[in-house]
């Protein structure tokens, strides 16, 4: 089972501050996801990237996949509270398709 | 938009009970998926279903099973509930689409054991 480790493991910044979360391995991801999950929620897929070097964007939020596809970063600028959330990623497990492993995990919070 | 429905929201149960966690899920999809999340471990995967009464271990089945006689649906049972069994427990279903696969969560049950 790949490891994935993610820092920081706790964030917490004021409203409209910029911040960036990471997400490494040592062997080289298929492919990444991200998901947020918010208190007293399930996990939600935020973006799925695929090929090295490749960045995306959703609104405030930008993802990279490293060059090399062991590392990926979310970007968060100007952060606000609605951010707030627990941040994971995740990548392919084994052979059986739909098989994920987790990071453990960032905890932002977003001080109004 | 996918539902993924679990049964309870909160539940409390003492050691030695045989404990059932139900999932629905309401997009017709073939995999369905069992995790506990616990503090700075993340999500780890408990059981996964690939079809109606095909199952595989995850990383961490000991002390789990799980039943799916319709696909739709996907139970897990702790046949004697400990008190390390205390945890979230996130049901998921998923789809592929081009080439990757998403998953749909539903909202937690968080069980405490006694």
């Known amino acids: 089972t790949q490891l994935l480790e993610q820092s920081p493991q706790f964030l917490s910044i004021q409203e409209g501050e910029n911040l960036t979360v990471y997400c490494n391995s040592s062997s080289v991801f298929s492919s990444l996801q991200w998901y947020r999950q918010e208190p007293g929620e399930g996990p939600v897929l935020l973006v799925t990237v695929v090929t090295g070097g490749e960045v995306k964007k959703l609104k405030r939020l930008t993802f990279q996949f490293g060059d090399a596809r062991k590392d990926s970063s979310l970007h968060i600028t100007a952060a606000q509270p609605g951010d707030t959330g627990l941040y994971l990623c995740?990548?392919?497990?084994?052979?059986?398709?739909?098989?994920?492993?987790f990071g453990q995990g960032t905890i932002l919070t977003v001080h109004p | 938009d996918v539902k993924v429905t679990q049964s309870s929201r909160y539940l409390v149960k003492r050691t030695g009970e045989k404990v059932f966690l139900e999932c629905v899920q309401d997009?017709?999809?073939?995999?369905m998926f069992w995790y506990r999340q616990d503090p700075g471990l993340g999500l780890r995967l408990i059981y996964f279903s690939y079809d109606v009464k095909m199952k595989e271990k995850g990383d961490i089945p000991e002390g789990y099973s799980v039943s799916r006689e319709k696909k739709e649906r996907f139970s897990l049972i702790l046949e004697s509930a400990s008190t390390n069994q205390t945890s979230m427990y996130l049901c998921a279903s998923s789809l592929r689409q081009g080439g990757v696969e998403k998953l749909f969560f539903g909202s937690g049950t968080q069980l405490s054991v006694l």
């Open positions: 997009m017709d999809h073939e995999n």
């Open positions: 995740a990548t392919r497990s084994g052979t059986s398709y739909g098989k994920l492993t």
